[in-house]
């Protein structure tokens, strides 16, 4: 008979078990249902609601439980429907009449809510970790080749020259964002449900500061129709997710370009590309490709919740079981892509002499030859027409602006003296950008100055989300 079964006559049917069913996903919660509980039931017995004897069975049987479950000695039931019933179910099997105790004051509704906070602030831990090892790939790829001067684009368009460092260093600022929207969401995550019941809060004196305390978690939910129906901690980390992945999948998209034949700005290694099975001489850049596609499916998770929660009166509706799936998949995949970009960036081979070489056969530095005419006394507008009309003349002659003589450029103006060459210099033309931000060597090396500063910070704050994390999960040992 189901644990819910007293007021029905008739058998569910199976395929309704099957649909209405979540143990195929939220199976991978049963260390938090089996902590969670083992916090419950402590507090149960400490304010006398079940015995202390019961209170040890329970808690003793949980641990077994726990130990069958990772050693794949378990098998969970679809026709128990949920993690919580399965765990439920095998305890009261094993233990009796205490197993039945536990729900006491608990509701799966307050339950499932406090198991898929806590495995998010688990998970929360475990992405710092490979966010920030990220983090730490692109400043070493940063200071590895800090003497790297690139192409930088608009529009796709050869723009000015800057440092190949300072380009990494952009994404570095981004991840960096990444981190902060990730400290939300472990806030979002960090308040504790149980005690809300199914709705309303229960009847027994229960004494949730206690169960906060023991599971680690910073705040109470404030009101219980809240505490059972809030799901903004999950699109808090959807946001989180979605975010990250478009930033990677931007750097995704430029290491796709730089590693065509057509660019050939870098070189992955061979471990992480694939090849054809018809074309022999291809290196596909597969895991970049596959990191922008799957981009679209984590838009597609968070969305998935937002619509899902947008139109379900309070408290707990069983739509709200829609949130997982998404969220585990999100988890799932954000870990392989930050693993593995972690070791690309590290073992991807830059092309330093080619770069140079496009940079030297066109006109990244017309801006700089404005410039120069312009700190000469030029309104900057002239400037710009003045280069304007050198780079047509030198596109019509099959040249660049550094390649003219100083008869040519006196021609064009009379402002143009010796040194202009000097400015044309594309080393110059980094050099000279030196504002806070700017692609000067002295700002990119600020830059991974404040970078190092900035993961040792988050580091703090990972080892802080880790210690919580590995206290919260030794109440099962
Ligand atoms: N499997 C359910 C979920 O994931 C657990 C809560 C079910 N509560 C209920 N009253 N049906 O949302």
Wanted: aromatic share 8%.
């Amino acid at each position: 008979m189901k644990l819910w079964g007293g007021r029905f006559t008739k058998a569910t049917d199976k395929s309704v078990e099957e649909f209405n069913a979540s143990i195929q996903y939220d199976c991978r919660m049963y260390a938090e249902d089996i902590c969670g509980s083992i916090a419950h039931a402590t507090m149960l017995a400490k304010q006398g609601i079940i015995s202390q004897e019961d209170k040890d069975a329970i808690v003793s049987g949980l641990k077994t439980i726990y130990e069958q479950i990772e050693a794949g000695d378990f098998e969970f039931s679809v026709e128990l429907e949920d993690i919580h019933m399965n765990v439920e179910k095998r305890l009261t099997d094993a233990i009796g009449e205490a197993g039945k105790r536990l729900h006491t004051g608990r509701s799966r509704n307050d339950q499932v809510a406090l198991d898929t906070h806590m495995y998010i602030r688990k998970e929360i831990a475990a992405i710092a970790k490979l966010l920030i090892q990220l983090q730490q790939s692109l400043v070493s790829a940063a200071e590895k080749h800090k003497d790297v001067i690139m192409p930088g684009y608009t529009h796709l368009q050869r723009a000015q020259p800057v440092l190949f460092s300072h380009h990494m260093m952009a994404y570095f600022s981004m991840l960096s964002r990444d981190f902060i929207h990730l400290q939300y969401a472990w806030d979002m995550a960090d308040m504790m449900p149980l005690g809300a019941g199914a709705l309303a809060g229960t009847t027994y004196p229960l004494d949730q500061p206690f169960v906060a305390k023991t599971l680690h978690f910073g705040k109470l939910y404030d009101n219980s129709l809240d505490a059972v129906s809030d799901r903004d901690y999950i699109i808090a980390f959807l946001e989180f997710a979605a975010v990250l992945m478009m930033h990677l999948s931007r750097l995704s998209e430029e290491f796709i370009l730089w590693s065509s034949s057509e660019f050939k700005f870098i070189e992955l290694d061979d471990s992480h590309c694939t090849g054809s099975s018809i074309m022999p001489q291809k290196k596909n850049p597969d895991i970049c490709e596959l990191v922008r596609g799957k981009t679209g499916r984590f838009y597609g998770h968070l969305m998935g919740v937002l619509t899902m929660m947008k139109g379900i009166p309070m408290a707990y509706d069983k739509d709200m079981q829609e949130d997982k799936e998404g969220v585990f998949d999100a988890i799932d995949n954000l870990k392989f892509a930050l693993t593995i970009y972690a070791a690309m960036i590290d073992k991807m081979t830059v092309n330093k002499e080619h770069m140079r070489e496009v940079l030297e056969t066109d006109f990244s530095n017309a801006t700089d030859m404005a410039d120069y005419l312009a700190k000469k006394g030029l309104p900057f507008r002239e400037a710009h027409a003045v280069v304007g009309k050198a780079v047509h003349y030198c596109i019509e002659k099959g040249k660049v602006l550094q390649q003219l003589s100083l008869e040519e450029l006196q021609a064009m103006s009379p402002l143009f003296a010796e040194d202009i060459h000097h400015y044309l210099d594309i080393e110059i033309c980094v050099d000279q950008r030196n504002t806070y931000n700017g692609t000067a060597p002295s700002s990119v090396e600020r830059q991974c100055r404040d970078g190092h500063q900035t993961v040792h910070t988050e580091q703090e704050q990972m080892d802080q989300w880790s210690d919580i994390v590995s206290t919260v999960y030794d109440l099962v040992k």
